[in-house]
Structures are given as C-alpha cells and as structure tokens.
C-alpha cells in the first residue's frame, strides 16, 4: 500500500501567499510612481506644488482599489500564520515611516537641490540609496524578488538623472532615467492583470449576491 506523501504546509503557505501577487497591481503600482516620477518636471512646471499628488496618491489607489474590486472578488482574501502577518505589518509601518522621507528627498532631486554646491550630488545619491535599501528591506520581509528590480531601477535612475541634466536638460534627463522603466514595468503590470482576470473571472455566487 502506497503511503500518503507528507504535504509540506510551508511551502503551500508560500506559494498561496506568492500567488497573491499574480494580479500584476504591484507592478502597476510601481510602475505608475516611476512613470509619474519620470514626468514630474513637466508636471512641475504645470501644477506647481500640487503635482506632487501625482508621486503620493496613483500607486496606492491602483492596489487599495485594485485589490478590492478586482482581485479580492475573484480569489478572495488569503489568511496567513501569525508570523507572516507581523511580517506584513511591520511593512505597513516601515512604509509609513520611510516612504514621506523618500518622498521628500525625491522633490529636492526634482527642485534642484542638488546644484548646491554644499554636497555635490549627495541629494539624488542619497535619495536613490535610500529608496535601493527600503525596497530592499520589504523585497526580503515580503519575500517578492519584484521589489529588488524596483529598488534598482530607482536607486540608479536618481543620480542617473542628476547626471544627465547637464546633457540633456529638462524634462529629457528624467524622461530617459526613469521613463523607460517606468513604462516597461507598467505595461508588465497591465499585461499581467489582463491574464489574471481572463484566468479568474468573478464566481456567479458574487453576481447572485449583488
């Protein structure tokens, strides 16, 4: 008689919690932030000061609005041990602390700061490694590789920018530091989400309920 092979819930427990990310609205998230990122100084110029909305608020309506209209009515919503979910919500409060300081550094990039003579290119260095290591940190806590690439693409496209600006000038440098990356992931994301739907479309019992 065939013994029953030992189910490894660890690693079913990973892959559920991996699956949560196959909507593709992280990476439409962070590809609209490095998009907008990309066009603030154009932005800048049009909605000064108000175009800093335009870093703050897309990337975390795409997921809130994302995830209760879009994912959670197809698939649910996936309850983890106790220690993923501290996991998670360290994250939540790293985010809160980290992302206005990132945030902040990002618009002294954008006004310029860094023609200062008093620190040279410490500003975007400074920005873009802060942005690498907090990625980083939830890359590793939220055990999604995503974030690495995310981390990288900003972390370099900062003092990439500063370097350009005296090339190309305005808005070019940010256009070509960030505008690529930004679109590639975005369309990655978009990609991803058709599949995702088109996978799992809304249970019947949901409709009925409405």
Known sequence: ???????????????????????????????????????????????????????????????????LYITIPRIGIAKFNQNRTKSRNKIGLLIAILFPITVLMVVLTFLGVYNIRVGGYI???????????????????????HFYLYGISIGLGLPLAALLKPIFGEPLHYLISFGISGTLILIYGIITLIKFIKKYPIPEEVFKND
Do not use: C, H, N, W
Request: charged share 15%; proline share 8%; aromatic share 14%.
């Open 123 to 145: 500003v975007p260095v400074g920005a873009g490694l802060f942005a690498l290591i907090l990625l980083s940190v939830i890359a590793y806590i939220m055990d999604y590789p």
């Open 1 to 67: 008689m065939k013994m029953p092979e030992k189910i490894d819930l660890k690693k079913v427990e990973k892959q559920t919690y991996q699956f949560t990310f196959t909507d593709g609205l992280y990476d439409m998230a962070y590809g609209s932030l490095i998009f907008f990122i990309a066009i603030a100084p154009i932005l800048r110029d049009i909605l000064y000061p108000s175009y800093i909305i335009f870093l703050i608020l897309p990337a975390p309506l795409i997921l809130i609005l994302g995830k």
